[in-house]
């Protein structure tokens, strides 16, 4: 599924980007592409170094015709017959609590009006038909009307591979491993601000792959609340809704000295971390200062193959984050998480890890503190190996943008003078405004061809 999304969008799109390196890098991911299998969260990984130029294209939409369509009372389904040969099957119950009249939903916001409590979920059919212009019209025990486009219904067919289809459609959650050699996609900041392909490209990127290099910026304050906008908000935090990174006389974060970060995720103090950050470099060190950056779920993967007994122990132990000062306003921050959160099929789907804020206090019996404490160290372990970190400089103009619950990010220690300071501008946004605009744009490019 993600290896046709992939093949229709990714490859067609950088092969007309210009960039040889990059077409190159395509096929080569592409080959290495499972033909089929279940769905996991991460498909597969690239050998190549440095980055990758983005590009984008519209997403095909396939016709789909009724051949036949009936009802099926004694098990309370409607079973249709399409024109390839497949069946689908759809409980009348659905059906009902579905219908896309306007008494029952209102269109011009997509919501349904139809109330639970007025819902039958017991109901029959009188009549289901197929009409002249390729329609399902179903009469139902009220005489009420309710007529369903094939497209409509092909799409939500309750079979395991349309389902999946659908939902990976939505919600686009394969992911594209990765570890030392990377190429990090990159694109231009002021095409990504002016051009519906070029963004669409950036986010589907940032989206499979987790990290995206944007050059080309302004060197000053202002451009991340800028890109933010693009998209639609920014997030605001007890550090404001942008933050400077620059040293500071009695530092309120790690981040604002100079020494070594290590690998991290932003916020996990908070109950809901932001998903997406955005970092700007305005003024590089003189010396030192080297961005780290590792795919915490494909090093969870490793872990889990390794390591079963640590991964188990820190996918189910909460540990304690904390976060005190003051900045936009003063703060006092307490959350309880999982190292690895998974789903309930035991896929990674967050990372929450900061070794700055994890809190003294751990929450465990006392027998459990050391399984722990070991499982953790075998993790940081892995994330640390030199053939699973990405390395890279930003120079001024660079504006990094990365999954904040995928990724781990660091910075190595660095040296500045007065006449140059490093000064980075960050910002953060959620999941949820990322995934809304990334799916308008796809709306978007594909209505333009």
Known sequence: ???????????????????????????????????AGPPSSCMFAVHHRG????????????GHSVRHVRALDEERLMEVEWEDGGHSMYPFTWLRDN???????????????????????HTGVDVVELTNDNKVSIVWPDQHISVFDAEWLKKRCFSPTARQALQEELFLNERYCWDSNLRIPTADYH?????????FAWLLALRRVGIVYLKGAPVEQGQVARLAERI?????????????????????????????????????????????????????????????VVDGFHMAEK??????????????????????????????????????DVDS???VVRINYNNATRNSVLDLPVHQVQPFYRALKAYVQIMNRPENVVTYTMEPGDIVTFDNWRLLHGRRSYESRPDRLRHLEGAYLDWDEVMSRLRILRKAVHEDV
């Open 51 to 62: 980055h990758q130029t983005l590009g984008s294209a519209p997403l095909p939409v396939a």
């Open 303 to 340: 872990l889990q193959r390794e390591d079963p007994e640590a991964f188990r122990a820190l996918s189910s132990l909460l540990v304690d984050f904390t976060d005190t000062g003051t900045d936009y306003c003063d703060f006092m921050l307490q959350s309880k998480k999982c190292i690895i």
């Open 1 to 35: 599924m993600w290896m046709g999304t992939f093949a229709r969008v990714a490859l067609p799109a950088l092969q007309r980007s210009g960039s040889a390196a990059a077409q190159q890098v395509l096929r080569a991911v592409y080959r290495r592409l499972p033909a």
């Open 345 to 347: 099929e035991g896929r």
């Open 232 to 292: 639609g908000y920014l997030r605001l935090t007890f550090y404001g809704h942008t933050w400077q990174v620059q040293d500071k006389p009695m530092a309120n974060n790690v981040a604002y000295t100079s020494g070594k970060l290590s690998l991290h995720t932003d916020y996990p103090a908070l109950h809901f971390a932001p998903g997406v950050q955005f970092l700007h470099c305005i003024n590089q060190a003189v010396e030192g200062g080297e961005s780290e």
């Open 99 to 121: 219908c896309q009249c306007p008494l029952c939903t209102l269109e011009s916001a997509q919501a349904r009006l139809l109330l639970m409590s007025e819902l039958d979920v």
């Open 191 to 199: 095409e990504v601000l002016h051009d519906d392909k070029a963004a």
